[in-house]
């Protein structure tokens, strides 16, 4: 018998999603979880995800808990015992968040940190026990709104134009990821690079003598480039992620001729030199075969296209500074099954009303996200005088000073559709009304 | 009879002051008034100070009340509320420093505005009252050391070469100012000049409508520019002024050819665009005859030269950020009169002792704040998202979070001898190791 809790509002319901990364997978999950009959198509053969550790914030976590998979994934994942700020030139530590019972009582969660290929897998597993239908090898081409539905063009992913099929459902979620095909139905842009690019790696921890014990979220900020490292299933691994300013990606911006590799491993190991030795000496664990240039996308104004939604990364794809990428997919699914469950228990289920409702609501939320990500980002990397009052300013926010800058993210729940009753939460948060992320003069 | 707090311990001790400034009158006064004989030879025909406004925090006050100067000063000054810092473009109160019973029961002591001139005019009336004797037109030429005192060659300074004398004094006071004679005997260097450049005026407040109810000390600080404004003479006068950074001494530093009138009206004109309308509006009651170009000098690691001792700006000329020059030439003045007047009263008077006490506190002190009035400057006039977190630290710190940052500024006393016991406090403090202020680099 299924431990999920599984309830029947949208039973009848056919939903179809597009994309099975970690949006895809939670938006199937908690549709099917209220009953809704839900297929989705992934074109990889097979369900993974780049990269390797993943942070869940209190936001995310009260999610997981309310879809049943709390056992499941603190039992994949790591509990650290808070998170820490340090400078990435002298080592001081300059704010520690505590994730203790005060923290826990305040935000109604923990905070966890888990594989990406774990917490997908664990998705994937509960959403197929809920009852959807998970396709791999299915590239989704089209979809055209029809009277009270949605057609869904479908083909083989392994023989691109055989196997085409058209299936019509009542709505059509695009979690089809920031290369989304779908939101060209939207806009024609192209994501934003932010001249970051990010090395990882993870290590066996009994391996690394010098990190033994590591039971916290640390982060080294400094200078045009941070460092971070945390344990993942249950202490086993050491995440560590490094992230740098690309010089030849900036100089190459400016001469209007981007080089294809910016931030190769050569870059990586002249991007720390004003660092403390520790960090130096820590880059030589990174794997040198990947690197993800860090890139988000303009926010939107519209993510519905009649019956299509975008959702996910597809939507609103942000720079990874506030560590709330995929909460903001799973946030975007249970708004779509909370709404739709709400208006089925009241009588009056209309799929329209319901996408132009979780919309309203999420668009601004995830806006916020996107902008505060970045002007986050341009704040650890702050040199000279500015860094030494943002070392200040942290140290004065130390304890629960920090809840304050805090509550908006990971306080949020979907149901207060609190963006519905004030979108103006999602312009650039008031402070930051003269700050223009200007990314195209930044850095000369 | 005298009013002044007169004592005997320097009787029949004989000290040449060469500057008639602020300095050189609050050396006099304060060694007059412990009984030594002091001749002070100012080579301007009369004593005057240019610039208009001046700030003496409650380091300089408690000064000024030993020196039974009080009634005075405060009938000739104005005695601000508070001090406001507001950003320039938004106009918003980042933080105020309310200068109430709290702040006096902390400081020991208020916070008080005047014109230089006021200033100094109290400080040469009461000099010449305690008996020290004060000659304009007459310049200071060289000195010498000699057995257990020290030569001064005089001149006239209407008739360059004539009218000269040699005098022998036990010590010899260098308050020649920042562009000191005297300094030449420790170092070959020159004012290093910070790109900003200051406006000011005066003009009676109750022709402004706008600023009627002044009663506060308000810095607008903003990208690149500040602009200060209180009230002086008990509320009749207002006193402004305007500093912003010369785009053409960047420039033709960059060229190597900056120009002669860097920092010139049309300039002056240009500079504020980015800022509040009001402040822009204000620009019009500034003179537009006389612009000063800001500049400090390094700090020395020396200031005596046998019986001859650098003091006052000539000494240690600061950028104005912490409002700080005269009040640390007042203590300069403070400290030789006192450790002398200790070391007379343990029968143990030895000059050259004397000197070196009051070099090796004073020195790291004035060190100290001329680095970190570099710093201020530079915390002043960010952009951007410095600004931004800037003024986030600014309203943290507001009430008394700011007590912190200013103790050691305003609660110094040259009679603790604390800058003897650790003269590690004149580094650069600790938080700000890893701040250079390297002009020559700035603003590329």
């Known amino acids: 018998m299924s431990h999920l809790p599984k309830t029947n509002e949208l039973e009848g319901q056919k939903i179809i999603i597009s994309g099975g990364g970690i949006g895809g997978a939670a938006g199937a999950l908690a549709l099917a979880l209220r009953g809704a009959d839900v297929t989705l198509y992934e074109r990889a053969p097979e369900f993974k995800e780049v990269g390797a550790g993943l942070q869940i914030g209190p936001h995310g976590w009260r999610m997981l808990e309310s879809w049943g998979l709390l056992d499941q994934i603190v039992a994949a994942g790591f509990l650290p015992e808070d998170m820490q700020f340090r400078d990435a030139i002298t080592r001081e530590t300059i704010l520690t968040l505590d994730f203790d019972e005060e923290f826990q009582k305040h935000y109604g969660g923990r905070y966890l940190v888990i594989h990406r290929s774990d917490l997908l897998s664990i998705l994937v597993k509960n959403a197929i026990e809920a009852g959807a239908k998970l396709h791999n090898g299915v590239l989704v081409t089209d979809s055209h709104t029809i009277d009270n539905g949605i057609e869904v063009d479908i083909e083989s992913a392994v023989n691109p134009g055989e196997d085409k099929e058209t299936h019509i459902a009542d709505i059509f979620l695009a979690y089809d990821g920031i290369h989304s095909v779908m939101r060209k139905k939207v806009v024609e842009d192209e994501p934003v690079a932010s001249s970051y690019v990010a090395y990882r790696g993870t290590s066996k921890l009994a391996d690394e003598p010098e990190m033994q014990g590591l039971k916290s979220v640390i982060g080294y900020i400094g200078p045009h480039v941070h460092f971070i490292q945390y344990p993942l299933r249950g202490g086993d691994l050491l995440n560590q992620v490094a992230v740098f300013e690309s010089k030849r990606y900036l100089e190459g911006r400016e001469a209007g001729n981007i080089p294809e590799d910016w931030g190769n491993p050569e870059e990586l190991e002249q991007a720390y030199g004003h660092c403390d030795e520790f960090i130096q000496s820590r880059l030589g664990t990174m794997w040198r075969n ?130 519905i009753a004030d979108p103006s939460k999602g312009d650039v948060p008031q402070g930051l009304e003269e700050w223009r992320y200007a990314l195209l003069e930044q850095n000369k």
């Not at 704040?379 to 009052?389: A, E, N």
């Open 290 to 419: 990947n690197w993800w240039q860090m890139s988000d996308r303009e926010p939107l104004t519209q993510w519905k296209v009649g019956r299509m939604l975008l959702v996910g990364d597809a939507a609103h794809p942000p720079l990874q500074y506030l560590a709330s990428g995929a909460v903001m997919a799973m946030e975007d699914a249970e708004a779509i099954a909370l709404f739709a469950a709400d208006a089925a228990k009241a009588g009056n289920l209309d799929w329209d009303a319901v996408l132009s409702e979780v919309e309203a609501e999420r668009l601004p939320r995830t806006k916020r996200i996107q902008t505060v990500g970045r002007f986050w980002g341009e704040l650890w990397h702050l040199d000279g005088t500015s860094r030494l009052i943002r070392n200040e300013l942290f140290r004065q926010a130390d304890r629960t000073g920090w809840f304050r800058y805090a509550d908006w993210l990971w306080g949020y729940d979907a149901s207060k559709r609190e963006y």
